[in-house]
């Protein structure tokens, strides 16, 4: 599963009831101020994966809904929902599998905010106590803070397990805790915003805030006493939403929740990061020609192939193919169904062939080729790119190209790290891997290359096309993985780049979306020089 988060699992026994108490009054300290504003309108976080979208829950198991908060440890996501069950999204898993857990502490069920720290659960429940139960063992340890303190949102770090951060919402206070010398740091809240999550990881500090229906996340440095704020955006993009939490993926990545009925938790990215010049400057342009709607039916679409005669092959996120006229009008829509996976949503990456037969490729490598018999499709066969990197691990990918007169198929992988090398992919026709180059760049570049996504891979004319989401660029390569353009493309004229086609000398693209957003049109481009 693409955007896969990473680190050393940490599985939680069970909860028992009982346990000691530490009730100590514990005395106000110095009042500090920081200021929770709107930021810059060009600073916006965006949706970069819905998780939630793509969990997979054990029989008899409902849905995540009702979230009240989340919290990231190892790659063990747990949410904890307002009926008071408790349990976690395993990030590690391609299935990315939910498991419940079956507490039976009612003060644990009853939290407002609950946060996971080696084998405990800290949590607050809006009143002036904060407790921490720890596993397996059910031992609880409260501190009392001032009588009138309403404590509704809190944040543990690994690196500092004695100190908290809090939220004292009857006085729109921070709160730094230290629980070992019960020490307290106070900083009075400027601002329309009003807190509804923390995170805290080494010395970052999230903050989630809402004013009536807009959100913004800011971020603190926390070395020293003065939190010193060093970015803030504003959610984007949502339709009213309603988020209550924010957590911190290992990577640093930033993970919102809401409290939507489903598709409720969402890694976000800074849009100005997904759009900018990239590592390379560009030498050419995409110059925008028209723009061509696509009939309803149609969601999601992730490939496109010209086929022989003026018509097209376009393949979905929703595992389906449809077959267009010259005018990109639906001739026949075709429902794939793979052999040895299955393929959930988000799985079907790109689509090369005809009418009569074509190949489509998923994410993890898998190749299924596609024969029309009588008035069906059928899986004639399937395999899977033999290709690994240096520690055993299958790549990833989103695009396919494929070269008619040789039969040879080209891929570019699709790592997620900006440190890890990726590779241009050479298949024969019955798909043995027969040559990898990793992808390269003759001159000095500002930043990896490695951050350019390969959103969809067309072989032309002797070289190697990628469309790149991140950034918007069409990168031209090498038949050996050498980039040698760089083509610009606005993002104004297609948000989130998915695949591409070339036909008679113009660039054919289409862009991802949301389900709650209609799905953008073809845009027709050709190349002009900068």
């Known amino acids: 599963m693409k955007n896969t988060l990473l680190l050393i699992c940490c599985l939680l026994g069970a909860v028992a009831c009982g346990g000691s108490k530490q009730n100590k009054q514990v005395e106000h300290s110095t009042n500090l101020t920081i200021d929770l504003s709107e930021p810059d309108q060009s600073k916006t976080l965006v949706q970069d994966f819905p998780i939630t979208l793509y969990v997979e829950y054990p029989t008899g198991v409902d849905s995540l809904e009702g979230i009240t908060s989340i919290n990231m440890y190892g790659p063990l996501l747990h949410v904890h929902q307002s009926n008071g069950v408790i349990g976690y999204i395993d990030t590690a898993s391609d299935s990315l599998s939910y498991k419940r857990q ?13 946060e ?68 307290e740091l106070v900083y009075d809240l400027k601002g329309e915003y009003e807190p509804q999550g923390l995170a805290w990881s080494g010395e970052k500090l999230l903050v989630l805030a809402g004013n009536n229906a807009d959100y913004i996340v800011a971020e603190y440095d926390t070395a020293g006493t003065s939190l010193k704020l060093t970015a803030s955006w504003k959610l984007s993009g949502f339709n009213g939403e309603v988020f209550n939490d924010v957590s911190l993926a290992p990577d640093g990545r930033i993970i919102v929740s809401s409290n939507a009925v489903a598709n409720n938790i969402f890694l976000v990215a800074d849009k100005s990061e997904l759009i900018g010049t990239g590592p390379i400057e560009h030498d050419t342009e995409l110059q925008l020609v028209k723009q061509v709607e696509l009939e309803q ?92 990197n240096e520690q055993g691990d299958a790549y990833e990918y989103a695009g396919l190209g494929h070269n008619e007169a040789t039969g040879e198929f080209y891929l570019v992988t699709d790592q997620d790290g900006a440190e890890e090398e990726d590779k241009l992919i050479i298949l ?103």
Not at 345 to 358: L, P
């Open 102 to 114: 079956d507490y039976s502490d009612l003060a644990l069920q009853e939290a407002t905010d609950l």
């Open 116 to 183: 996971v720290q080696e084998q405990a659960y800290w949590f607050v429940s809006g009143a002036n106590t904060v407790s921490r139960t720890g596993l397996p063992n059910g031992v609880v340890s409260t501190w009392q803070l001032k009588t009138h303190y309403k404590l509704t949102e809190l944040a543990v770090n690994d690196q500092e397990p004695s100190k908290l951060w809090l939220f004292n919402r009857a006085d729109r206070q921070l709160i730094h805790f230290d629980t070992a010398t019960e020490a």
């Open 297 to 388: 039916g149609i969601a999601q679409p992730s490939g496109i192939w010209p086929v022989k005669g003026g018509g097209w092959l376009l393949i979905t996120d929703q595992a389906e193919v449809f077959l267009l006229d010259s005018s990109f009008k639906i001739i026949e829509k075709v429902s794939l169904q793979f052999s040895s996976i299955e393929c959930n949503q988000g799985c079907t990456e790109a689509v090369v062939g005809t009418s009569d037969s074509f190949h489509a490729i998923t994410d993890t490598g898998v190749i299924g080729l596609f024969v029309k018999v009588g008035s069906e499709y059928q899986l004639k066969e399937e395999v899977v790119v033999a290709a690994t």
């Open 428 to 530: 024969d026709s019955t798909y043995k891997v027969i040559n990898i180059y990793p992808i390269t760049y003759g001159s000095e570049s500002n930043g990896s290359i490695f951050e350019y996504d390969a959103q969809g891979v067309v072989y032309k004319d002797g070289a190697i096309y990628v469309l790149s989401q991140r950034f918007t660029k069409l990168l031209k390569l090498t038949m050996t993985g050498g980039i040698v353009s760089v083509i610009d493309l606005s993002e104004a004229d297609v948000k989130e780049p998915s695949d591409f086609a070339i036909r008679e000398g113009k660039i054919y693209i289409i862009g991802d979306h949301e389900n709650n957003e209609a799905v953008p049109p073809i845009s027709i481009f050709e190349i002009v020089q900068s």
